[in-house]
């Protein structure tokens, strides 16, 4: 078989945002992340979904929780530091049982520059896992799309909160020094 | 700062603005404004928060994009919007017009021993939303004023913010369910969603 050309073989990232249109996602709650750059202007641009753009992660957890409660499905995009930022919040996620999904862009890992980015970067899994989330994980950009699949169908069929980790050696580390 | 007894009477506040709701949804905040609604008349379209401190005017900005085609209105304390004033940014860029945050402003936290509150010494609350970016905005001392917020909630062409000046007092508490599955269900079965 024929390798595929570079510029043939589908982005993950274009592929998640597919999965997000599949799941009939109609507003999608940031705070701007390098490695959600492309999956923020694919949502921002798209006439059906309501991009919200946040000052900080909880407001989209309950951002999330409004949009459920007004009948429309919601996903978040963010990095795992402002996972830290929305531990209280997800106290109504969980008391109300209403569904979450969070696309987490991992920091604090796979070659990490910055120091500063690791306690809550090697805490995230942890956090999440402390606060009753599904945590799926997606090192292989060929998983990329099906994880977030998967996360959003056991979300909106069962009301549950999920989160799908994003690894750092996927997204490819920030470069410091141009 | 108006004097503690000239300041309108919290449940007295709540029923103004619930009197004409017609089809109107609302969001309470953790803590005074949950038992205020309550005191006014449970309903299954009054989503109230019983934690999640900072989460009201989120939770109405989320509603109120999902329902373009009902009036949603968020009332909290003074405290619980100090705690998420982050969103008042974000509710400045969206702006949805049918959407209107108003904050019972009585200058202490009440729920836990009236500890001044921000808003007490230097905050202002109105002049923060109008920063963000909000076009109407009401700085409410009497019933007049009230009344006129009240009916402009139903016909609003973007969103507004009020602040209501509340007497600190402690009224008796008027508790409304507290089952977060329950309030969930019933509100969405109501709304015509479930």
Sequence with gaps: MQALAAAEIPDWRDEIFAALKAAEIRQVGYVPDAGHARLIELCCDDPEIHAVPLTSEEEGVALAAGAWLGGQRAALLMQSSGVGNCINMLSLTKTCRFPLVMLVAMRGEWAEFNPWQVPMGSKTRAALELCDLLVYRVEQPEEAAETVAAALDIAFNGDLATAVLLSQRLIGSKRWVK | ?194
């Design chain 2, 1 to 194: 700062m108006i004097a503690n007894e000239r300041r309108l009477d919290r449940r007295a506040a709540m029923r103004i603005l619930l009197e004409s709701r017609s089809d109107l949804l609302l969001v309470t905040g953790l803590g005074s404004t949950t038992w205020d609604a309550a005191a006014a008349g449970d309903d299954d379209r009054n989503f109230y928060l019983w934690g999640a401190m900072g989460s009201a005017a989120m939770v109405g900005l989320g509603l109120a994009i999902a329902r373009s085609d009902r009036r949603v209105l968020v009332v909290t304390d003074d405290g619980e919007m100090l705690m998420g004033l982050g969103s008042l940014a974000t509710i400045g860029v969206q702006r949805p017009p049918n959407l209107a945050v108003a904050v019972f402003d009585n200058a202490h936290y009440g729920e836990t021993g009236m500890q001044a509150s921000h808003a007490a010494e230097a905050v202002e609350l109105v002049a923060v939303a109008r920063a963000c970016g909000f076009k109407e905005t009401f700085d409410i001392i009497d019933e007049l004023g009230l009344r006129d917020f009240a009916a402009r909630i139903h016909d609003a062409p973007t969103t507004l913010f009020a602040r209501i000046a509340i007497r600190a007092d402690d009224p008796p508490r008027v508790l409304p369910p507290r089952d977060g599955v329950l309030l969930k269900t019933r509100f969405r079965r109501a709304t015509g969603i479930d």
